[in-house]
């Protein structure tokens, strides 16, 4: 075993010496007193206040894993909560590390509830302990700080945890949290690393929440990057390395921009340079799944207003929301069974793509595709490189 693996397992081990085995019912008995607390608040930012400081309490005195699970618990009684979910999981990140006070440990605590966003907080909170950063700080937090390289899905999220982080020191300036990523060594951490830059520019514009309440220096709105008059910037201002990244967290801003006329976005998209156009519409797809809270009819209406070269790639991008939600392959599968036939080779082959993240055992990968349709089991397998 290697000795990441060992001290994920021995911080696992301790966890459950010091906090116990959560159970289901205890985890609804404490959404449901956190949601007779706070539920009632009609200001959002109050309500939002009153969860973070009871999660925190849990996190405090059960560890991480469990306030994720009652976060969890709690998204199927509010459902304000389960639309914010992802910066739910991003301030438990932030107060894991706080807790914990150690980058290694932290990042071992999360799991990957709600996008992987506590792996994304712990990088935010450890950035901004740091006097200062420097590249070499940079080029060593997901390897030696945090040795991620277990599966191409831990190094991910710490890579792009890393681009939130450096945009949250830098204080929003995106062309220095861009230079920062660029110090990492290969292309891949580069571009994990940048879109973590664009989305922190994304959420920062249109939940301001996710920084304030003491976690940022300044008062009023982050200076975020975003311009509703020209809703393809600042993808379409920053150098060619970039774009591509900038492009797969544009259509967050785009679909607000439009008032949610999913017809008009992808309108905007075209408008994309050539070579991201696609890279666009994948990236409404990602936002139509998180628009329907995962509903497959509703999230099949709205990317198949497109075009059928739109609604593909709009469909590509949903599925992977669904299998990454959760990191569970078996919502993908379940999604692709839905599709009619123009569409399914595509969706079983982005299921493909993203197992081959998921998991690093070329054995389970070839398991999941199995389970796809007969047709479609070789093409799921090609892109999981499992034939």
Same mark, same amino acid.
């Given at each position: 075993?290697?000795?990441?693996?060992?001290?994920? #397992?021995?911080?696992?081990?301790?966890?459950?010496?010091?906090? %116990?085995?959560? $159970? /289901? @019912?205890?985890? *609804?008995?404490? !959404? +449901?007193?956190?949601?007779?607390?706070?539920?009632?608040?009609?200001?959002?930012?109050?309500?939002?206040?009153?969860?973070?400081?009871?999660?925190?309490?849990?996190?405090?005195?059960?560890?991480?894993?469990?306030?994720?699970?009652?976060?969890?618990?709690?998204?199927?009684?509010?459902?304000?909560? #389960?639309?914010?979910?992802?910066?739910?999981?991003?301030?438990? %990140?932030?107060? $894991? /590390? @706080?807790?914990? *006070?150690?980058? !290694? +440990?932290?990042?071992?605590?999360?799991?990957?509830?709600?996008?992987?966003?506590?792996?994304?907080?712990?990088?935010?909170?450890?950035?901004?302990?740091?006097?200062?950063?420097?590249?070499?700080?940079?080029?060593?937090?997901?390897?030696?700080?945090?040795?991620?390289?277990?599966?191409?899905?831990?190094?991910?999220?710490?890579?792009?945890?890393?681009?939130?982080?450096?945009?949250?020191? /830098?204080?929003?300036?995106?062309?220095? !949290?861009?230079?920062?990523?660029?110090?990492?060594?290969?292309?891949?951490?580069?571009?994990?690393?940048?879109?973590?830059?664009?989305?922190?520019?994304?959420?920062?514009?249109?939940?301001?929440?996710?920084?304030?309440?003491?976690?940022?220096?300044?008062?009023?709105?982050?200076?975020?990057?975003?311009?509703?008059?020209?809703?393809?910037?600042?993808?379409?201002a920053v150098d060619e390395p970039y774009q591509r990244a900038c492009y797969r967290m544009q259509s967050s801003a785009i679909l607000t921009f439009s008032q949610h006329d999913f017809t008009k976005a992808f309108q905007v998209c075209a408008g994309a340079p050539a070579a991201f156009v696609s890279v666009c519409y994948e990236s409404l797809g990602r936002d139509?799944?998180?628009?329907?809270?995962?509903n497959t009819e509703k999230t099949l209406t709205l990317c198949r207003q497109g075009s059928p070269e739109q609604a593909t790639a709009c469909l590509v991008g949903a599925v992977k929301d669904f299998i990454l939600t959760h990191a569970d392959p078996q919502r993908g599968l379940a999604f692709c069974r839905r599709l009619d036939d123009a569409s399914k080779e595509?969706?079983?082959?982005?299921?493909?793509?993203?197992?081959?993240?998921?998991?690093?055992?070329?054995?389970?990968?070839?398991?999941?595709?199995?389970?796809?349709?007969?047709?479609?089991?070789?093409?799921?397998?090609?892109?999981?490189?499992?034939?």
């Amino acid at each position: 075993m290697r000795p990441s693996l060992l001290c994920s #397992l021995l911080v696992y081990v301790v966890s459950l010496a010091l906090f %116990g085995t959560p $159970s /289901f @019912a205890q985890e *609804k008995n404490e !959404a +449901e007193q956190l949601w007779g607390q706070c539920g009632g608040h009609q200001h959002q930012p109050q309500k939002r206040q009153c969860y973070h400081t009871g999660l925190e309490k849990i996190l405090r005195t059960q560890g991480t894993e469990h306030a994720l699970a009652t976060l969890d618990t709690l998204t199927r009684q509010d459902p304000d909560v #389960l639309r914010d979910a992802h910066p739910y999981t991003h301030h438990l %990140g932030r107060a $894991s /590390f @706080a807790y914990y *006070k150690d980058v !290694a +440990e932290a990042f071992a605590h999360c799991r990957e509830t709600f996008w992987s966003g506590c792996y994304h907080g712990v990088l935010e909170g450890y950035l901004r302990s740091l006097p200062e950063v420097r590249a070499d700080t940079i080029a060593a937090v997901c390897t030696r700080e945090i040795d991620a390289w277990q599966s191409t899905f831990l190094q991910y999220q710490c890579l792009h945890g890393l681009g939130h982080g450096l945009t949250l020191y /830098f204080d929003y300036q995106l062309p220095t !949290a861009l230079e920062g990523c660029d110090a990492l060594a290969s292309p891949w951490e580069r571009e994990s690393c940048y879109s973590g830059v664009f989305m922190e520019n994304v959420v920062a514009f249109f939940q301001p929440h996710h920084t304030h309440q003491g976690e940022h220096h300044h008062a009023g709105r982050p200076r975020s990057l975003l311009r509703p008059e020209d809703p393809l910037y600042p993808c379409n201002a920053v150098d060619e390395p970039y774009q591509r990244a900038c492009y797969r967290m544009q259509s967050s801003a785009i679909l607000t921009f439009s008032q949610h006329d999913f017809t008009k976005a992808f309108q905007v998209c075209a408008g994309a340079p050539a070579a991201f156009v696609s890279v666009c519409y994948e990236s409404l797809g990602r936002d139509v799944s998180g628009f329907t809270l995962r509903n497959t009819e509703k999230t099949l209406t709205l990317c198949r207003q497109g075009s059928p070269e739109q609604a593909t790639a709009c469909l590509v991008g949903a599925v992977k929301d669904f299998i990454l939600t959760h990191a569970d392959p078996q919502r993908g599968l379940a999604f692709c069974r839905r599709l009619d036939d123009a569409s399914k080779e595509a969706c079983y082959a982005a299921t493909g793509e993203v197992l081959l993240s998921l998991y690093p055992d070329n054995q389970q990968r070839a398991q999941s595709c199995a389970e796809a349709e007969t047709e479609y089991i070789d093409a799921c397998k090609e892109a999981a490189a499992a034939l």
